[in-house]
C-alpha cells in the first residue's frame, strides 16, 4: 500500500483542504492583480462596489469593451518602462554573474583550506550581509558623488555584487563541503592542476548548487529597491524604482493602473524563470544538504 493509502481519511482531507487554502491565498492577490490591470481605475479601485472590478462598468463606458491595454500602452510607450527592463536586465544579469564568478572560487577556496582563517572569514562575511542594505548605501553616498560616478548603472552593480557576495560564499562554500576531497586529489593525481580539477571536475558536479545560488543573486538585483533607488538617476533606474515612481504620483489620472500593469509586467518574468529551473533548484537545495 501506497502512503497516501494508509492514511486517515481524516487526515488526507485535512492536508488537502490545507494545501487549497495555501493555493488560493498565495495566488489570488497575484491573480486579482493581473485582471485588474486591464480596467480603468475607477473599476479596479471603485469604492462602491469590488464587483465593479469584475464586470468592468466603467472600463466598458470609457473604452468600450470589458478590458483594455491602456495601464500597459501608459507604462511601456508613454513613461518607456521598457528602458527600466533593460537597465534591470542589466543590473540582474552582471550582479548574478560577477557573484557566481567571485563565489565559486572563494567557496571552493575556503571549503579546502585547512587553515583556521577561513572560518574567521565567512564570519565576517555573514555579519557584513545581515547590516541593513540602506546603512551599506549611506556609506557609499559622499564618495561616489565626490568622484562622479552617482547615478550610473555599474556603480550599482558593483554595491550589490558586495552585498550579496557574503550571501553567495556561504551557500557555494556549504555546496563544496558536500562534495569529497577525494574528487579532486584524484584529478590531481592524474596530472590535473588544482584549477583544472575544479573546472574540469569539480564544477560539473555543482551546477545544482550553482544554479540556485544564482536564482537567488539574480532575485536579489531584481527586487532589490534600497540601493538602486538611492543610487540611480532617474534616466537609469530600474524597474522596482520605476513603479514606486508611478505610485508616487498618484494625483495624475491613471499613474495607477500603469503601476499595476508594471507590476505583472515585472513579475510574470519570474514566474516563468522558476518554473524553467525548478527541478535544479531542488536539486541544488538537496545537495547543499547533504554532506560527504
Given at each position: 500500500?501506497?502512503?497516501?493509502t494508509?492514511?486517515?481519511?481524516?487526515?488526507?482531507?485535512?492536508?488537502?483542504?490545507?494545501?487549497?487554502?495555501?493555493?488560493?491565498?498565495?495566488?489570488?492577490?497575484?491573480?486579482?492583480?493581473?485582471?485588474?490591470?486591464?480596467?480603468?481605475?475607477?473599476?479596479?479601485?471603485?469604492?462602491?462596489?469590488?464587483?465593479?472590478?469584475?464586470?468592468?462598468?466603467?472600463?466598458?463606458?470609457?473604452?468600450g469593451?470589458?478590458?483594455?491595454?491602456?495601464?500597459?500602452?501608459?507604462?511601456?510607450?508613454?513613461?518607456?518602462?521598457?528602458?527600466?527592463?533593460?537597465?534591470?536586465?542589466?543590473?540582474?544579469?552582471?550582479?548574478?554573474?560577477?557573484?557566481?564568478?567571485?563565489?565559486?572560487?572563494?567557496?571552493?577556496?575556503?571549503?579546502?583550506?585547512?587553515y583556521?582563517?577561513?572560518?574567521?572569514?565567512?564570519?565576517?562575511?555573514?555579519?557584513?550581509?545581515?547590516?541593513?542594505?540602506?546603512?551599506?548605501?549611506?556609506?557609499?553616498?559622499?564618495?561616489?558623488?565626490?568622484?562622479?560616478?552617482?547615478?550610473?548603472?555599474?556603480?550599482?552593480?558593483?554595491?550589490?555584487?558586495?552585498?550579496?557576495?557574503?550571501?553567495?560564499?556561504?551557500?557555494?562554500?556549504?555546496?563544496?563541503?558536500?562534495?569529497?576531497?577525494?574528487?579532486?586529489?584524484?584529478?590531481?593525481?592524474?596530472?590535473?592542476?588544482?584549477?583544472?580539477?575544479?573546472?574540469?571536475?569539480?564544477?560539473?558536479?555543482?551546477?545544482?548548487?550553482?544554479?540556485?545560488?544564482?536564482?537567488?543573486?539574480?532575485?536579489?538585483?531584481?527586487?532589490?529597491?534600497?540601493?538602486?533607488?538611492?543610487?540611480?538617476?532617474?534616466?537609469?533606474?530600474?524597474m522596482?524604482?520605476?513603479?514606486?515612481?508611478f505610485?508616487?504620483?498618484?494625483?495624475?489620472e491613471?499613474?495607477?493602473?500603469?503601476?499595476?500593469?508594471?507590476?505583472?509586467?515585472?513579475?510574470?518574468?519570474?514566474?516563468?524563470?522558476?518554473?524553467?529551473?525548478?527541478?535544479?533548484?531542488?536539486?541544488?537545495?538537496?545537495?547543499?544538504?547533504?554532506?560527504?
Amino acid at each position: 500500500m501506497s502512503v497516501a493509502t494508509r492514511r486517515p481519511l481524516g487526515l488526507q482531507t485535512l492536508t488537502t483542504a490545507f494545501l487549497a487554502i495555501w493555493l488560493i491565498a498565495a495566488l489570488f492577490p497575484f491573480a486579482w492583480t493581473v485582471w485588474g490591470s486591464f480596467k480603468v481605475e475607477a473599476d479596479f479601485f471603485s469604492r462602491q462596489s469590488w464587483w465593479m472590478a469584475i464586470e468592468g462598468t466603467r472600463t466598458q463606458a470609457q473604452t468600450g469593451g470589458p478590458f483594455t491595454l491602456a495601464g500597459y500602452e501608459g507604462a511601456w510607450v508613454r513613461n518607456e518602462f521598457w528602458k527600466a527592463a533593460i537597465n534591470t536586465l542589466i543590473v540582474t544579469l552582471s550582479v548574478t554573474f560577477i557573484s557566481l564568478a567571485i563565489g565559486t572560487l572563494g567557496g571552493y577556496a575556503l571549503a579546502r583550506s585547512g587553515y583556521r582563517y577561513a572560518f574567521w572569514i565567512l564570519i565576517a562575511a555573514l555579519v557584513f550581509r545581515a547590516m541593513p542594505h540602506i546603512t551599506l548605501v549611506s556609506g557609499y553616498m559622499l564618495p561616489f558623488f565626490q568622484l562622479n560616478i552617482w547615478g550610473v548603472l555599474p556603480t550599482t552593480i558593483i554595491v550589490l555584487v558586495a552585498i550579496n557576495q557574503p550571501f553567495t560564499l556561504w551557500m557555494l562554500h556549504s555546496f563544496f563541503l558536500s562534495i569529497p576531497k577525494d574528487l579532486d586529489e584524484s584529478a590531481m593525481v592524474d596530472g590535473c592542476t588544482r584549477f583544472q580539477a575544479f573546472r574540469m571536475v569539480i564544477m560539473p558536479v555543482m551546477w545544482p548548487g550553482v544554479i540556485t545560488t544564482g536564482l537567488f543573486s539574480f532575485l536579489l538585483g531584481y527586487n532589490d529597491f534600497a540601493v538602486t533607488s538611492m543610487l540611480l538617476s532617474q534616466e537609469n533606474q530600474t524597474m522596482v524604482p520605476k513603479i514606486a515612481s508611478f505610485l508616487g504620483s498618484i494625483q495624475n489620472e491613471g499613474n495607477v493602473m500603469y503601476a499595476v500593469a508594471a507590476v505583472v509586467s515585472a513579475t510574470v518574468p519570474l514566474f516563468i524563470l522558476v518554473l524553467f529551473f525548478q527541478r535544479q533548484i531542488v536539486s541544488g537545495l538537496t545537495a547543499g544538504a547533504v554532506k560527504g
